[in-house]
């Protein structure tokens, strides 16, 4: 073993076919995301690395990098600084509708993380202002904060609320979605407007998503109003592709 967690299941590839038409790298790759879809392999679990995986199977290391590659490729693997390679729980799909993130992971029976990054007031910006319909310069909610799902960094998350929600605390925040927050205090979110795009990673979203410096994000810019078109709640988000996607259904007309 390479550490006391790193896994390789060996009777995978007692069999490798080494004088066959069929690449080494394609039979290792395949054998992995059949233990990883069964479970032999199980989400979260880490492998050893690619010397001593090579050393196992007497294979080079180029081979096995291919074979793990096809796998981080597809979304079943991750590699993770300081930690390795790790089976992932699978993308996030998360459909295009008035949900939070909190609420779409929840639902697709992963376990939700936050690490609350900023919580503070701060005077809105012209862009803030325009967007919560509030004067700029006006005190307004700032909130910063990493999602994770089953442990690995998905989202950093950057949401502007109205002055009145300042009592929010950082506690119900690490804990709650925030629109399970609002709706507890009897807001009720009817409507938003919703722009997807993508993009570099800038600034410290590299090392919050646990992804190369200057990788390309997902972003969704949205906000968001109560029943009487109140504007609560301007928000602008950014995703490793890896571990997310939107899904949206077209209808002609």
């Known amino acids: 073993m390479a550490g006391d967690d790193a896994i390789w299941p060996d009777e995978l590839f007692q069999d490798l076919d080494r004088t066959g038409p069929v690449p080494i790298y394609f039979q290792i790759s395949s054998r992995l995301e059949a233990a990883i879809h069964d479970g032999t392999i199980p989400a979260g679990a880490r492998l050893e690395n690619e010397i001593s995986i090579g050393q196992h199977l007497g294979v080079s290391r180029p081979t096995v990098r291919r074979a793990i590659q ?4 597809k979304g079943l693997l991750v590699r993770r600084r300081g930690i390795g390679t790790q089976v992932v729980q699978g993308q996030v799909t998360r459909q295009v509708e008035l949900t939070s993130l909190y609420e779409d ?6 376990s939700p993380g936050t690490v609350v990054l900023a919580h503070e007031l701060v005077p809105a910006s012209d862009q803030v202002a325009s967007a919560l319909g509030v004067a700029p310069g006006a005190d307004v909610v700032y909130l910063r904060r990493q999602r994770t799902t089953d442990g690995i960094p998905v989202a950093v998350l950057e949401n502007y609320l109205p002055s009145e929600f300042g009592e ?32 570099r990673a800038a600034g410290d979203e590299s090392g919050l998503l646990n992804v190369d410096k200057g990788s390309p994000v997902l972003t969704m810019e949205r906000v968001a109003y109560d029943n009487s078109g109140r504007a609560i709640e301007f928000g602008h988000h950014c995703y490793r592709p890896d571990m997310y996607s939107f899904e949206t259904t077209l209808v002609a007309k």
């Not at 992971?105 to 992963?110: D, F, I, P, R």
């Not at 709706?183 to 993009?199: D, E, H, S, W």
Request: charged fraction near 25%; avoid cysteine; aromatic fraction near 2%.
């Open 70 to 73: 096809e796998l981080v490729d």
């Open 168 to 199: 929010i605390t950082s506690e119900q925040l690490s804990e709650r979605g925030l629109y399970q927050i609002l709706r507890a205090r009897g807001v009720a979110i009817q409507i938003a407007k919703q722009r997807i795009g993508a993009r």
């Open 105 to 110: 992971l929840t639902s697709a029976h992963h």
